[in-house]
């Protein structure tokens, strides 16, 4: 789960990458609406996390663009205002949801969890699919009885197969789920982490579609 | 006083005095009037009874038995008249009726005269008639003419004394009415809320009351702008003080949730630089909310001497940066309009952001030129449009992410103008830092 992060604080807002790095999420961080602007046009999030107070204007006016242009994305606002006008105007300014500064990493990432299964159309955290119960609060799951621990790069890469079952995801595109800008792209990663996917849930669990990448089984 | 009860009392004491002042002038008129006119009376009168006298019409008595004289009283002015007629031996030859047996009047002289008699003041007019030698005298009382001028003095007092009350009242209702706006200004002053600040309602407003209402606007609007400030520097400080906070527990919360010592070890690092910098936002709030309500008490300062204790306050921190320090103050005392407080805390924190924006290795340099301070860095300097709003609460340049709180300069700024100085930031020339300079007037 790919997430942009737009704090201009550089403490929190490497806390935030690193912690939300913790939480299974990969986090970009970036300092200005500028940037966040840059950011947005070139790559693909799934979320934001978003500060209202930035060096070069209101977070809320970021938003309110992205709303105007039609774009879905999940956003969680953060802010240090926190007095309900001005909470009402972030909610009604297209804002998912609203955290007050200071907050909780765990209550963060279980926020951001909730909006982006709600912007999928789900409704309980849990994914199904298979036979596998897969829990993105815990980066666990659960396949017949058993119970499955994935290292966070594998359930990356299961997640992001099971959020679209029977959808065929490029190896490319898995690669900008996994790795933020910081980090080097090593090659083969994708295929080591399927290959390590495989020997816990069995081979015919993700499916590899010969030069266009890969998907889950169809069910049966 | 109320304003009403005041014009009230003026309105009604002028239309009592000028009502009395009329009364008195046309009871001296008439008074005067009165008198000419029955003065003539008299005269008539005494002339007519001796000219009767003399055509024999008039038959007087021998032996000075009183005769009758035909001035027979009018029905209106009944003993208003009355004669007699002395012989000028001094008998009385005849009388009216009604008219007192003693002489009217003492005087020997023809013409008129007052006297009293029997308690009665009469006005008197003797003609004597030598031919005959008689002496008549007419008179009337006084008394009489005092009554004819209360009657009309009276005349005017009555409805005086009834139309008077009703005029206060129709006064003190109109001076209400008259003074109906100036209520509904109050009434909306009064109903007003105290977080409102909006303009007060337009629609009629007389002219004598549009330069008050006008004022009050003005008041409104400019409450309006510091209460707008005070709150933008409120939800600003909450900001300024809650996003590092966020950062601390965010970093708490990785330093115990790592596993990775690295990682674990980077999380205590950042919380050790979240807490100092947090330290200094802290401090430099308070200092300017000092520097805002510091006592105006004049002082003097030896800027080599403040210099010194500025560097020394701040050398752990230019240590920690390799900043070295070039201070050339000098060791004659300023004097200060104000207290030295606020020259400490423009120049200290002129130097510490100084420090903070010059590369490892640097220099600041502060020295003097008559009364103006400078400090110099060597750091990137300040682009145009930041310098032009550098004065600005929290505003930080884009290189001092993470550094400054952005009140340093706001601090100076304000220290500056309460003491009557000011804070010029010249454009910085391409590669020889930002410089600011301290102008203290004198």
């Known amino acids: 789960m790919r997430i942009l992060i737009v704090e201009d604080d550089p403490v929190l807002s490497e806390g935030l990458s690193v912690g939300l790095g913790l939480q299974g999420f990969t986090a970009d961080p970036v300092g200005t609406l500028a940037d966040a602007r840059a950011a947005l046009a070139d790559c693909a999030f799934e979320g934001m996390v978003l500060d209202v107070m930035l060096p070069d204007g209101s977070g809320l006016d970021l938003l309110a663009e992205l709303r105007r242009a039609g774009s879905a994305l999940p956003v969680l606002v953060l802010t240090a205002r926190d007095q309900l006008r001005d909470r009402v105007q972030g909610l009604d300014g297209g804002a998912d949801d609203y955290l007050g500064k200071p907050f909780d990493l765990e209550e963060l990432a279980a926020r951001l969890r909730a909006i982006l299964r709600r912007a999928e159309g789900r409704p309980t955290a849990l994914l199904r699919w298979n036979g596998l119960d897969l829990d993105p609060a815990r980066m666990t799951g659960r396949l017949d009885g058993r119970d499955l621990a994935f290292s966070r790069r594998e359930f990356a890469v299961l997640h992001a197969l099971m959020e679209r079952p029977g959808q065929i995801l490029s190896k490319s595109a898995l690669e900008e789920r996994l790795y933020g800008w910081q980090e080097e792209v090593e090659s083969n990663a994708v295929e080591v982490h399927v290959h390590h996917l495989r020997a816990k849930l069995g081979r015919a669990f993700i499916e590899t579609v010969r030069g266009l990448g890969y998907r889950v089984a169809a069910e049966g | ?442």
């Not at chain 2, 007087?60 to 004669?83: F, I, R, T």
């Open chain 2, 1 to 442: 006083m109320s304003l009403r009860l005041r014009l009230f009392l003026i309105l009604v004491l002028a239309t009592g005095l000028v009502w009395t002042s009329a009364v008195v002038w046309i009871e001296r008129s008439t008074r005067a009037e009165v008198q000419r006119v029955l003065d003539a009376r008299l005269a008539e009168a005494a002339r007519m009874v001796s000219s009767l006298l003399s055509d024999r019409r008039i038959a007087m008595a021998e032996g000075g038995a009183p005769v009758a004289v035909p001035l027979q009283p009018h029905p209106d002015y009944q003993h208003q008249l009355s004669c007699q007629i002395w012989s000028l031996q001094g008998t009385l030859v005849g009388r009216s009726e009604g008219a007192p047996d003693s002489e009217l009047t003492g005087a020997a002289e023809p013409g008129y005269s007052e006297s009293s008699v029997g308690g009665e003041r009469w006005r008197v007019f003797t003609v004597q008639n030598e031919a005959l030698g008689v002496r008549v005298m007419v008179g009337d009382s006084l008394t009489v003419r005092e009554g004819l001028v209360a009657d009309v003095r009276d005349g005017l007092l009555v409805p005086l004394a009834v139309v008077l009350p009703l005029l206060a009242g129709l006064i003190w209702v109109s001076v209400g009415q008259g003074l109906a706006p100036l209520d509904r200004l109050a009434g909306s002053l009064r109903a007003r809320d105290p977080s409102e600040t909006g303009p007060l309602p337009q629609g009629e407003v007389p002219a004598e009351i549009r330069p008050v209402q006008r004022a009050l606007d003005g008041l409104f609007a400019r409450l309006a702008k510091a209460r707008e400030a005070e709150r933008d520097f409120t939800a600003f400080a909450a900001h300024e003080l809650k996003t590092p906070l966020a950062g601390l527990r965010m970093q708490a919360q990785i330093a115990r949730m790592a596993q990775d010592g690295a990682v674990r070890d980077r999380a205590l690092r950042a919380i050790e630089t979240s807490v100092d910098r947090t330290d200094r936002l802290v401090r430099q709030m308070l200092e300017l909310a000092a520097v805002d309500r510091a006592a105006p008490t004049p002082g003097e300062v030896v800027p080599h001497r403040l210099g010194e204790e500025i560097c020394a306050g701040l050398a752990p921190l230019a240590e920690a940066r390799g900043v070295t320090f070039d201070m050339r103050l000098d060791h004659a005392p300023l004097a200060l309009r104000s207290s030295p407080f606020l020259l400490q805390a423009a120049l200290r924190n002129l130097v510490e952001n100084a420090v903070l924006a010059s590369p490892g290795g640097g220099v600041v340099r502060v020295w003097q030129r008559g009364a103006v301070l400078l400090v110099q860095d060597e750091g990137p300097g300040m682009p145009a449009p930041l310098r032009a709003r550098a004065t600005e609460r929290f505003l930080r340049g884009p290189g001092a992410a993470g550094q400054g709180s952005g009140l340093g300069l706001a601090i100076a700024d304000v220290a500056m103008e309460r003491l009557g100085g000011a804070l010029v930031l010249p454009a910085a020339l391409p590669g020889h830092g930002q410089r600011a300079e301290l102008h203290l007037p004198g």
